[in-house]
């Protein structure tokens, strides 16, 4: 009988399906980078997986949807095309009638030395100057600095391209701040409010965030525990403070449920668990990867959540006490006291959920499976000095062993 694996079975299941998504395109190192294992433990449980669905060369395609599940994605996608038909010039970016894109003026006001340019032989400079009520002077400055404008101009369009590269790369959810960060990350030293003006310029923007439904009903019967975090959601070092939710996502006409742990020192993803209930085992399978993932060894460490009845369920403090976990509670109806949490599922809602409707529940998985690995491995995060959590611990234990050594 051979060992049982350090990972957790959902991990597995989920490990799989995201080097498949790849295409072929990326390598098992690649993957296994972001999932934070290494390319053979990736490439054994591929192979695994190939075994037990009876395929014995490559690697294959992933099984195809079954015939329901092909019918909802279809429908979804029917449905989503309808509407485009009805307001396909908004949604492609055109302005609305009267909207006021071209004002009377403006092509004057914005271009006109190009206009004194482009009339100059025909009406001469100092009567078109004379019309316009500009100067003649400023006209043949602007001559002059042609050369120097082209310069600028050629730097500019060079940085646009670099941007839309970084932008695509992060599929489209990076704001200013963060993709100035990526830029500077790349050694291209580059002012922040340049990069806005040319993303405004050219509108390109990161995603915007958007309202959630609640999904925390409190048990009243539950005893509570003490608030150990009150809203301080800082910590000097790994595992001193971890913070957990649940939320939820549509699939077709179903619900898949989704629960996360993290560390409020890195803002690392320790452990998640998606289910298609809201029962107790959701918050224990997650807190019980997120101690996986730290070795087991988590003694003392505060795990903060809102007053939801799964993590007051009687179950759950069980599982926490075995681990030596001291559980923490907000108050009931406010958001602000699990702020970490709350500002981390806006993240994920933004980045994933827009794209397109979820209609199977194979789908949502890997598409969240997906957002989480990028999240810790590559997603630049302001609090954390624009470095993703994976960075920041490599950085946090380093210095650690350093001021240890010395």
Request: charged share 30%; glycine share 10%; net charge positive.
């Amino acid at each position: 009988m051979g060992r049982k694996s350090p990972y957790p079975a959902e991990f597995r299941n989920d490990a799989v399906p995201l080097y498949r998504a790849g295409g072929g395109k990326r390598t098992y190192a690649a993957v296994a980078a972001d999932v934070g294992v290494t390319g053979e433990t990736l490439r054994s449980r591929v192979r695994q997986a190939d075994e037990q669905a009876g395929r014995r060369h490559g690697h294959g395609e992933p099984a195809g949807e079954s015939r329901d599940e092909e019918l909802a994605r279809l429908r979804a996608e029917s449905g989503r095309l309808r509407k485009a038909e009805k307001g396909v010039g908004t949604r492609a970016g055109d302005s609305a009638a009267g909207g006021g894109l071209f004002r009377e003026g403006d092509e004057v006001k914005t271009h006109r030395w190009d206009f004194v340019s482009a009339h100059a032989e025909v009406f001469g400079v100092q009567r078109i100057c004379r019309v316009l009520q500009v100067s003649w002077s400023g006209y043949y400055r602007w001559i002059d600095g042609a050369k120097a404008r082209a310069e600028r101009q050629a730097a500019d369009d060079a940085l646009v391209a670099e941007i839309r590269e970084v932008h695509t790369m992060h599929k489209g959810t990076y704001g200013v701040r963060r993709v100035h960060a990526e830029l500077r990350g790349f050694g291209h030293a580059v002012n922040r409010k340049r990069v806005e003006r040319l993303m405004r310029l050219n509108r390109i923007e990161g995603r915007h965030l958007r309202r959630r439904k609640r999904t925390t009903v409190p048990d009243r019967l539950a005893p509570p525990a003490p608030d150990l975090v009150r809203r301080d959601f800082s910590a000097g070092r790994l595992d001193e403070k971890w913070c957990g939710d649940i939320t939820y996502v549509r699939v077709g006409g179903w619900w898949l449920y989704l629960a996360c742990v993290l560390d409020v020192c890195s803002r690392r993803v320790l452990g998640y668990s998606m289910a298609s209930h809201m029962r107790a085992e959701l918050v224990i399978d997650a807190l019980t990867m997120a101690v996986t993932t730290r070795g087991g060894h988590v003694d003392r460490v505060v795990f903060h959540a809102d007053r939801g009845s799964q993590a007051t369920a009687a179950a759950f403090a069980q599982v926490c006490d075995g681990f030596g976990i001291r559980r923490s509670m907000g108050r009931v109806g406010s958001s602000y006291d699990n702020a970490l949490a709350e500002s981390f599922w806006q993240g994920l809602t933004r980045e994933t959920m827009h794209k397109r409707p979820l209609s199977t529940m194979r789908q949502a998985r890997l598409e969240i499976f997906q957002w989480l690995t990028y999240y810790n491995a590559r997603r630049r995060h302001n609090a954390l000095d624009y470095l993703s959590p994976v960075e920041f611990e490599q950085q946090h234990l380093r210095a650690a062993k350093l001021s240890i050594a010395a």
